[in-house]
Structures are given as C-alpha cells and as structure tokens.
C-alpha cells in the first residue's frame, strides 16, 4: 500500500451526493477518493428530469431544498461552471375538486416549513403560463422553481473535485469494505484496494447492497422513472408545470426541446440494469396528461426517451447521518426530489464529519432499522 492509496475518506458513489460530500471534505484540507463503478453523476444524478422544486418536496425537506436552491442557482461561484440552472414559476395544477383538496393540503404543509406557495385561480395562472389548459380550477404558485441540465452536473463537479484536489476513480466497482488496523480497507473489483480513516456510502439505489457490508439491513425501494424529450419547438411556456398528483412534470429548456416526466414506472429492479426496461403504455399515458395541461405540445414530437432509478425508504425521508455502531461510517441519499437537494445534503453531511455545527438536523437511519425490526 502506497502512501499515494491511503486516504482521510473514501466516499463510495460519484452522484450528486457523494460529490457534494467529497467536495467541502477536501476543501476542508481532507484527503478525499471518490468511487464510481460508472462516470461520475451518470445514473440518476445525471439522467433525472432537473426539477429545482419545492412543490414536489416533502414538507420536512423544504428548509434543506431552499437552500440547495440557492446552491444550484450559483454554481458558477462554488462549483466554477454552470450547470445551465434558471429560475422559473413553478405551477402545479389542480384540475378537479379532489386535486384542489390535495393541492391545498400540500401548498400548506410546504408554506409551512417555508415554501413561498400561493394559490391562484386559473385565470391568474394563465397569466402567468399562457399556454396552460382552460380547464385548470387552482394552481400552487411558487417563484422558487426552475431547472438545471442534470447532464451538466458531472461536467461540473468533476472540475471543482479534481480543483479541489479528489481523487477521482472512475470506472472502479467497490466490492466490500474492511476494517483494518487504523481505518477502512476498500476493496475493489480489479485493482488495489483504498485504505481510508473513514468511508462514505452515497450509492443511490445501490445503498442497500452497500449498507449490507456492514451487515446492517436497511431495505432501499427503487423507483424505476421515465423521462421523454420533445423536438426542439418554438416557445411554448415559460414555467415549470406540474399537477397535483404529482403524476407530471413539464419544462422547456432554452433549446426548444421539452422534458416531459412525472415518475411513470419502467419496469425491473436495482440489478437490472437501466434502459432495458422501458414500458412504453406509461410513456404514452405521461404524454397525453402532459398534452392535456400544454396543449401546445399536442404538435410535439418526441425524440427520445429513458428511464433512471431512484432511491426511496420505508418512510421516504433520506438516509443522512452515521452508520449505526461503526465508527467513521456514515451514508446519505434516498432523498426525495434529491436532485434539488442534493448540494446542501452532501454539505451538511461533510459538516458533521468534519464535526462543525450543523445548520439542520440529520436523518439518522436508525428509525428505519427499528422499523424493520418491528415487522
Ligand atoms: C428519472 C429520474 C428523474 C428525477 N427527477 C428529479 C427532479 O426533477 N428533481 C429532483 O430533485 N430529483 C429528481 N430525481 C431524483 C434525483 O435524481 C436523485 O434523488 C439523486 O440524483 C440521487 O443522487 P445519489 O447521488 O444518491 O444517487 P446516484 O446518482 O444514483 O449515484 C449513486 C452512484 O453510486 C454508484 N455505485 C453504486 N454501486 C457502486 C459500487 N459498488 N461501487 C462504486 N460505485 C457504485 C453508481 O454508479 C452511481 O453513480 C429523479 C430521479 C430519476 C431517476
């Protein structure tokens, strides 16, 4: 083992979330490698849909998601590139009266917890989205929206980590990690392994299989989501859509070209692969809602379409914090809408490693342990 292998903290998956831990770690003067089996933020950090939302966060992540907000507006200053973020209204629609009930009962937990929602009529919401169906009854308005490129983001972190001296390991499965005298052994599937003082698991989905190394069960449901993307077209709308349900989300890049979603179900599971699963119905369910509140996009036509996986808990709040009864371990993701998230998570994680006040509370995994004990 050379001195060259031995690291302060190996941080095991290169989405958003390991990245935004390694980041502050090393800027902190810590000795950082970040391991991806793949290229950095290229499973669902780099494939999701790029929503910068509060209307589709939890209530209890609002605070978390303001202040990412803010991050992802300004990545030029703390990363040194753009990942193409703009603030937009965001929408999200109510269509009949059981969505207003929804919609009102959402609006106001997020409000509560710090989401600038209002409620508008449709008339008013046409004002500020023309194109938006006639047939809207109320609408949660919250200036606090927008986008990002979720493509740009590996792009970004890449020359902020490797400016921040990470050492970055691409293409490097980690199979098991071992306590050994004075730190962790990673073990890799070809190649030496990492020896780190302590390790962080930011493996997505993966989270289960990771976690397992240490013995500790911590089931992980994987969402299997599918995303579509129109041609380029003239500008039909300005503002980030979505409806109550939850079930749609639309925006137009500058490009022209719109991205439809709204968590429609691929099919398969966490070792299946992406992009194998695809269930083509769901697509075609996903773009007649989004026809139907964007009538414009009835003269859409789309290019392309994929799927990404994304990591849910029992209670769909994140795992964040240390793992339980070992020492220098600690694990983050599950965190829902945790692409907005995503930047202020991995800070506040790194905080607690490197023992500095913490701004907002962790979400520490052993409620999810105790939970499974109890089934
Ligand atoms: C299609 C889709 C659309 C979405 N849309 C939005 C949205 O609009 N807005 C929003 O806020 N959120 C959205 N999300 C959620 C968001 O993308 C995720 O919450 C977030 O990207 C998760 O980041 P992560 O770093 O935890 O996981 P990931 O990005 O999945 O990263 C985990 C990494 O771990 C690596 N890994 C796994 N096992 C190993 C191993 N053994 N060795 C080494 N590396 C390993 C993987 O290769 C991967 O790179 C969406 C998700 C999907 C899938």
């Given at each position: 083992m050379t001195n060259a292998d031995r690291f302060d903290c190996a941080v095991i998956g290169a989405g958003v979330m390991g990245a935004s831990v390694a980041l502050p770690l090393a800027?902190?003067?810590?000795?950082?490698?970040?391991?991806?089996?793949?290229?950095?933020?290229?499973?669902?950090?780099?494939v999701n849909a790029g929503t910068l939302t509060m209307q589709m966060t939890r209530a209890a992540l609002i605070p978390y998601a303001l202040k990412a907000w803010e991050l992802w507006m300004d990545t030029p200053r703390w990363l040194g590139l753009s990942v193409g973020a703009e603030q937009r209204d965001g929408l999200s629609v109510a269509f009949t009266e059981a969505e207003v009930a929804i919609l009102e009962a959402r609006a106001a937990a997020r409000r509560a917890?710090?989401?600038?929602?209002?409620?508008?009529?449709?008339?008013?919401?046409?004002?500020?989205?023309?194109?938006?169906?006639?047939?809207?009854l109320r609408v949660g308005h919250c200036p606090v929206d927008g986008f990002a490129?979720?493509?740009?983001?590996?792009?970004?972190f890449r020359v902020a980590l490797e400016g921040a001296g990470v050492a970055l390991r691409e293409g490097?499965?980690?199979?098991?990690?071992?306590?050994?005298?004075?730190?962790?052994?990673?073990?890799?599937?070809?190649?030496?392994?990492?020896m780190a003082t302590r390790v962080v698991l930011a493996g997505g989905v993966w989270l289960e299989d990771m976690a397992g190394w240490f013995g500790i069960r911590l089931p992980i449901k994987v969402l299997i989501n599918q995303l579509a993307v129109t041609e380029r077209m003239p500008p039909v709308m300005q503002s980030v859509l979505g409806i109550a349900s939850g079930l749609l989300s639309l925006k137009q890049?500058?490009?022209?070209?719109?991205?439809?979603?709204?968590?429609?179900?691929?099919r398969g599971g966490r070792h299946d692969g992406r992009g194998d699963a695809f269930v083509p119905e769901a697509l075609i369910g996903n773009i007649r809602l989004a026809a139907f509140v964007l009538p414009a996009l009835r003269r859409a036509r789309i290019v392309r379409a994929w799927?990404?996986?994304?990591?849910?808990?029992?209670?769909?709040?994140?795992?964040?914090?240390?793992?339980?009864?070992?020492?220098?371990?600690?694990?983050?993701?599950?965190?829902?809408?945790?692409?907005?998230?995503?930047?202020?998570?991995?800070?506040?994680?790194?905080?607690a490693i490197l023992g500095r006040p913490l701004a907002l509370p962790l979400f520490p995994i052993d409620r999810l342990l105790a939970q499974k004990d109890a089934a």
């Open positions: 800027r902190a003067g810590m000795r950082v490698a970040l391991v991806d089996r793949g290229p950095i933020c290229r499973e669902a950090s780099g917890a710090g989401a600038p929602i209002t409620l508008v009529d449709g008339a008013r919401a046409r004002e500020i989205e023309p194109g938006l169906s006639e047939r809207a490129s979720a493509y740009l983001t590996g792009r970004a490097v499965a980690v199979t098991g990690v071992e306590r050994v005298r004075g730190g962790w052994q990673v073990r890799v599937a070809d190649g030496e392994p990492l890049y500058p490009n022209g070209t719109v991205l439809i979603g709204g968590g429609w179900q691929g799927l990404g996986l994304e990591a849910e808990t029992a209670d769909a709040l994140p795992v964040l914090g240390p793992l339980p009864g070992v020492e220098d371990g600690w694990i983050i993701g599950s965190v829902h809408s945790g692409y907005t998230s995503g930047p202020f998570m991995g800070a506040l994680l790194a905080d």
